[in-house]
C-alpha cells in the first residue's frame, strides 16, 4: 500500500499564478484532509470532506478550493498565489473517526 | 481562543529523563485524542491515540486524558536522543469531521 501521496514535493510559484496540489489515498478512507504547516504553529486545517462529494471549510479556507469527486482524490487548488501561502502543506486521511494518515507534504514557496 | 493549545517548546532534556508533554482544550465535544510524532521535514505519524478519558501505555509512551480538566498529557520513559522530534496533539468530535491540532511542542534529547 502506498497509504497517502502528495505531489509535487516541492513547487516555486510566482504571484498570481494558480496550482493544484495532488492528494491521492488507497486505504478506501471516507475522511480526507488538507492542512498547512507553518514554523512554529502547528497544522491549520484548510478543509475537509467526509466522503465523496462532501466538503467543508477548516480553519483557514481563504484563498483555496478543494472538490472529492471520488474517494480515493483530494486535491487543493491555489488560485492567485499571494506570499502568505508560502507554507508546507500536508493531506491526510482516515476511516471515519480514527486516526488520520498523512502524506509527506508539499513544499510551496510564492515568489 | 484556540480551541487546543499546546505550549511550543523547545523543551531540551538529557538521555534518559521523563518527558511530559500536554495539551489544553476548550471544547467539551471532543472525544477522540491523538498524539503524533513529527521528524524534521516529515509527514506526521501517529504515536497514540485514545477515546474518552483515562489512561494508555505503549512502550516508553503513555498518553492520559483528563476530560474534567479538559487536559491531555503524554509521557516518555527514558527518553532517547531518538526521540527528539516535533510532538503535536491533536482531537475530534464524537461526531467526526474535524480533526483539531496543537501547535506542537519541539522535544530535544541530548545524549
Known amino acids: 500500500n502506498a497509504g497517502v501521496t502528495q505531489t509535487p514535493k516541492f513547487r516555486i510559484l510566482k504571484i498570481g499564478q494558480s496550482m493544484t496540489l495532488q492528494c491521492t489515498q488507497d486505504?478506501?478512507?471516507?475522511?480526507m484532509y488538507w492542512y498547512r504547516q507553518d514554523p512554529g504553529m502547528g497544522l491549520k486545517l484548510i478543509y475537509y470532506s467526509v466522503g465523496a462529494g462532501i466538503t467543508d471549510k477548516g480553519e483557514v479556507p481563504n484563498g483555496y478550493n478543494v472538490s472529492r469527486s471520488t474517494t480515493e482524490d483530494f486535491p487543493l487548488r491555489l488560485e492567485l498565489a499571494a506570499p502568505s501561502q508560502t507554507s508546507v502543506y500536508f493531506c491526510a486521511s482516515s476511516y471515519s473517526e480514527n486516526w488520520a494518515f498523512f502524506g509527506q507534504g508539499t513544499r510551496l514557496t510564492v515568489v | 481562543q484556540k480551541e487546543v493549545e499546546q505550549d511550543p517548546g523547545p523543551l531540551s532534556v538529557p538521555e534518559g529523563a521523563i518527558v511530559s508533554l500536554n495539551c489544553t482544550y476548550s471544547n467539551s465535544a471532543f472525544q477522540y485524542f491523538m498524539w503524533y510524532r513529527q521528524y524534521s521535514r516529515k509527514g506526521p505519524e501517529l504515536l497514540m491515540y485514545t477515546y474518552s478519558s483515562g489512561n494508555k501505555e505503549d512502550g516508553r509512551f503513555t498518553a492520559q486524558v483528563d476530560k474534567s480538566s479538559k487536559y491531555i498529557s503524554l509521557f516518555i520513559r527514558d527518553s532517547q536522543p531518538s526521540d527528539s522530534a516535533t510532538y503535536l496533539c491533536?482531537?475530534?468530535?464524537?461526531?467526526?469531521?474535524?480533526?483539531?491540532f496543537g501547535q506542537g511542542t519541539e522535544l530535544s534529547v541530548k545524549p
Open positions: 491533536a482531537m475530534r468530535h464524537n461526531q467526526g469531521g474535524k480533526l483539531i
Open positions: 486505504m478506501n478512507h471516507n475522511y
